[in-house]
């Protein structure tokens, strides 16, 4: 059962991802890109981790993609834009990206035994998060606070249209 | 039941789309999305390390990275917007005051 | 008398001021500064001979060390002058000779623009001829050497525009490098073997005997080497005669009266190590004598007044040089400083003629000029009587001299061509005077326009240097007369040791001497056939033989057979080397360079593309590599 859960999300997320690259219209790789958030937010939670899961579909798949949705609206260009025409710089990127892939899979095959597997009990319990956040991680909680009223307030000065004299 | 080694491998691989993506696509917002992706894969990875490690720590990372990716997609759009304005359009060669 | 080092310092500290600031000193103000600085000079030898007198020869010479100059190791020189009676000489006669030319100058020169320029370096030209006779050793020595012949290039090229001048600037100067470079080798041996290149101590090891006859004979070759690039000698004498496109004053002072001389100077103050070197001794006075015919022959068919006259100028160097060689050096001495007077008399009247007739200098257009220049014509007579060696003048003292030593020595062949070479100078010299003063006047119309004498400025210096041609020769009177009668050999004895002289007997030297007059008056009387009596008579010996002509008037080729054999090789061997190695390698590495910088630039300008994808990628490349490094 774990193991069907785990790869039907993997490859919905996967698939998703890939749609998102491969299409030329913004709006449906936004769509794409929510799909993919969507699965993510599965994965989380069979990792034993349900407050992250659902704060990911609240916060990921709610809120950012529906901002990006309304600035694709907003910027409303009649066609797509077609993907990178070849270049030297892109070619050199998919090789070293392929290269990145190996050295990061070669970077965990010493521990890949010791990590365990899922099931067992619940470390993500929101009750738990709640206690760390507001005693071991004050600080941090307190200055994301910050960081999410100037991001506000900045957002808005940037884009407000001037006024007219 | 299932080998936290696994959840390892999807966050590589999303990770290197995530880059594959950013090269490939030539309109900024579609390249924001991309970093986006990349954000997520390393989420994934921090989870399945928490799992691992059996430490909620892992998790609390998570959670302020989401909040910050939030503020900071807030802004960045912000920006893209204007951009638009200034330059009608939102290819990224156009993109060139940095130039020298 | 204790501030004879003051002599050469004097004209020094003058020609430093005119550099610096002549430009913005009024030109009468430059004058008398120039005149006045050589003539405090003067003044202060001639007070320096006096107390020389009194002093006893052990205490001799006076040295006065200004400063310790180099001090490498166990090379060592100071800048030190020293006062003796060869230098006192040396000085009496450039200081002397000196003042009347820079007075001269004045009128000379009068409207010219590089006014201020010629005193400057005439000053800095008397500067370094009193550092080269007053030097205490040989490297201070050596700087005047060089110091005169930059000065020498510098006058030499003074009309820098013409063409002609700025090439025979740099003849001289390059010709009397070569033997310059003999010269360093010498002082080099010479010092690796002493220790030291003061001459005090030079003469010390010879007289002690440290020095082996064969190390003399190297290093007296190549310091006549180098005598024979700066006295105009066979083989180094080919600047001479170019040099004439230099101002006339110049040659009066350079090229007859002093620098020329350096090289005679040099080997007297070295006597020493001659007379302990007889082969060099013997290669002195050969050269001397092949140099003082072979120029007397080609001072026959010049037409270049002052051509004439710089041939001579070799001719009569040579006879200095066989004085010494013979082992005569006071001999040679007197000759130099009788040669002093008339030869610079020669030059200045041959410029105040020029100056009369505005700029001529081709004696086929003079003659008859002695009508309409009343105190040119009486002075260039009588320099011209002096250097024929007429009796009673002063000439004729110091030629008989050398002549009559070399005899004495046994040289008979060299003074046989000293004799034959007498008879050439009279001859040449009359034949000038008869073609610019007598005969029938073949002057361009322009120039007779302008005819006029020279102004006193320039009149009074020939008048002064004719008295001194007469009775210059009267302090060494031969030895016929009286052992005492010649005075100047007595003053010389402290610094010229007198070698073994061999004694002639009485009747033998007063026929020597009627030798020598007859050949004079027999010369002048041949040149009044050639060029008075008969004027046609040269025009059909030269239909004759117009071959040797042809080779006499072209001075032997010389000049072509250096360009053909050294200098056009050297010219072109450059010139090769210049193009494939100068402009290919070494421009080509720098060239290189840059262009490899820009090509570095260009390629690294991708970096800085400003667009966020190259930026992105560059990150990406980094973490790559990174990790692999970690993992690896």
Redesign the interface.
């Known amino acids: 059962m774990?193991?069907f859960l785990?790869f039907l999300l993997?490859f919905i997320?996967?698939g998703s991802?890939?749609g998102?690259?491969l299409s030329k219209n913004?709006a449906h790789?936004?769509l794409f890109?929510v799909l993919?958030?969507a699965s993510?937010g599965g994965?989380?939670g069979?990792?034993?981790?349900p407050?992250?899961a659902a704060?990911?579909i609240i916060?990921?798949a709610g809120?950012?993609m529906v901002?990006?949705i309304f600035?694709?609206m907003?910027?409303n260009?009649e066609q797509g834009?077609?993907?990178?025409r070849k270049k030297w710089?892109?070619g050199?990127?998919?090789v070293?990206?392929?290269?990145?892939?190996i050295?990061?899979?070669?970077?965990?095959r010493g521990?890949?035994?010791?990590?365990?597997?899922?099931?067992g009990e619940s470390?993500?319990s929101p009750t738990?998060?709640g206690r760390?956040?507001f005693t071991d991680?004050l600080y941090?909680f307190e200055i994301?606070s910050v960081?999410?009223i100037?991001?506000?307030v900045?957002?808005i000065v940037?884009?407000k249209r001037k006024e007219k004299e | 039941?299932?080998?936290?080694?696994?959840?390892?491998?999807?966050s590589?691989?999303?990770?290197?789309?995530?880059?594959?993506?950013f090269?490939?696509?030539?309109?900024l917002?579609?390249m924001?999305?991309?970093v986006?992706?990349m954000l997520?894969a390393a989420?994934?990875a921090f989870?399945?390390l928490?799992?691992?490690a059996?430490?909620?720590?892992g998790?609390?990372i998570?959670?302020?990275v989401?909040?910050?990716?939030?503020?900071?997609?807030?802004?960045g759009?912000?920006?893209?917007?204007?951009v638009?304005r200034q330059k009608k359009s939102?290819?990224a060669e156009d993109m060139r005051l940095m130039k020298g | 008398m204790e501030m004879f080092w003051l002599v050469p310092l004097i004209p020094g500290a003058s020609a430093l001021i005119l550099a610096v600031f002549g430009r913005w000193l009024p030109k009468k103000y430059v004058s008398w500064q120039a005149c006045l600085s050589v003539f405090a000079s003067f003044l202060i030898s001639l007070v320096s001979f006096f107390g020389l007198l009194k002093l006893t020869p052990e205490s001799l010479p006076v040295v006065k060390t200004l400063f310790r100059w180099i001090l490498a190791g166990r090379f060592s020189a100071d800048f030190a002058l020293q006062l003796d009676s060869l230098s006192s000489v040396m000085t009496l006669v450039v200081s002397g000779v000196g003042f009347l030319i820079h007075v001269y100058s004045v009128g000379y020169m009068a409207h010219d623009k590089g006014y201020k320029r010629y005193f400057t370096y005439l000053n800095l030209f008397t500067f370094a001829m009193l550092i080269l006779v007053m030097g205490a050793n040989l490297v201070l020595m050596f700087v005047g050497w060089e110091g005169v012949g930059l000065c020498s290039y510098l006058l030499i090229g003074f009309w820098f525009e013409k063409h002609s001048a700025a090439s025979a600037g740099k003849k001289a100067f390059i010709v009397n490098r070569i033997g310059d470079a003999a010269f360093i080798l010498g002082i080099f041996f010479l010092f690796l073997h002493v220790g030291s290149g003061d001459f005090r101590v030079i003469n010390e090891a010879i007289e002690a005997g440290h020095i082996a006859p064969a190390l003399a004979t190297l290093v007296a070759l190549l310091l006549f080497a180098g005598a024979t690039g700066k006295s105009a000698q066979i083989p180094l004498y080919i600047w001479l005669p170019d040099a004439m496109e230099g101002p006339t004053p110049v040659s009066a002072l350079i090229h007859a009266a002093t620098m020329v001389t350096a090289g005679v100077y040099m080997v007297a103050r070295m006597n020493l190590l001659f007379t302990l070197s007889g082969t060099a001794s013997q290669v002195v006075a050969i050269v001397g004598a092949l140099t003082a015919i072979f120029a007397a022959t080609m001072a026959l068919t010049q037409n270049d007044i002052k051509r004439v006259l710089a041939y001579s100028t070799i001719s009569q160097i040579g006879y200095m040089f066989i004085g010494c060689g013979v082992g005569a050096y006071a001999a040679g001495m007197f000759h130099l400083y009788t040669h002093a007077f008339f030869k610079s008399l020669l030059f200045l009247a041959a410029g105040s003629v020029m100056h009369a007739l505005s700029g001529e200098l081709d004696m086929r257009k003079m003659g008859g000029l002695r009508k309409y220049l009343p105190l040119t014509y009486p002075t260039f007579l009588i320099g011209a009587i002096a250097i024929a060696g007429v009796p009673f003048l002063s000439g004729f003292f110091s030629k008989d001299a050398i002549l009559t030593r070399a005899f004495a020595q046994g040289q008979y062949f060299i003074w046989a061509l000293g004799i034959m070479g007498a008879v050439l100078t009279a001859f040449y010299m009359f034949r000038l005077i008869f073609l610019t003063f007598f005969g029938e006047e073949r002057l361009e119309p322009h120039a007779k326009e302008h005819l006029h004498e020279s102004p006193p400025l320039m009149t009074i210096p020939l008048v002064i240097l004719a008295f001194f041609s007469i009775v210059a020769g009267y302090v060494g009177l031969p030895v016929v007369l009286g052992e005492k009668a010649n005075f100047f050999n007595r003053f010389l004895e402290p610094v010229i040791h007198p070698g073994h002289e061999a004694h002639l007997s009485i009747s033998t030297e007063w026929l020597l001497i009627l030798i020598s007059v007859a050949v004079a008056l027999c010369g002048i009387y041949i040149a009044s056939v050639f060029y008075l009596k008969s004027p046609q008579t040269p025009h059909r010996l030269v239909a004759r033989f117009p071959k040797a002509y042809k080779l006499l008037y072209n001075k032997y080729y010389v000049d072509e057979i250096y360009n053909a054999a050294f200098v056009n090789p050297l010219v072109n061997g450059s010139r090769l080397v210049y193009d494939n190695f100068d402009l290919k390698v070494i421009d080509g590495t720098i060239n290189g360079t840059a262009a490899t910088t820009g090509f570095a630039g260009k390629v690294l300008g991708f970096l800085q593309s400003g667009l966020v994808?190259?930026y992105a990628?560059g990150i990406?490349?980094g973490?790559?590599i990174f990790?692999?490094y970690l993992?690896f």
């Open positions: 774990g193991y785990f993997a997320c996967v991802v890939l998102m690259i913004q790789s936004a890109l993919a958030f993510l994965l989380f069979l990792l034993d981790a407050f992250i704060v990911q916060i990921y809120a950012i901002l990006f600035v694709i907003m910027i260009l834009i077609s993907p990178e710089t892109l050199l990127a998919g070293l990206a392929v290269f990145l892939l050295e990061l899979i070669l970077a965990i521990s890949w035994g010791d990590l365990g597997t899922t099931g470390i993500g738990e998060l760390l956040l991680y941090p994301t960081l999410i100037a991001a506000l900045g957002a940037l884009v | 039941m299932i080998p936290v080694s696994y959840f390892f491998i999807l590589i691989l999303l990770f290197v789309l995530g880059i594959i993506a090269f490939i696509k030539r309109d917002i579609t924001f999305m991309a986006e992706i997520n989420n994934l989870i399945a928490a799992k691992a059996g430490s909620p720590a998790q609390v998570v959670f302020f989401i909040t910050v990716a939030a503020a900071e997609a807030a802004v759009l912000a920006i893209i917007m204007l638009f939102i290819k | 994808k190259d990628l990406l490349l973490v790559v990790l692999g993992l």
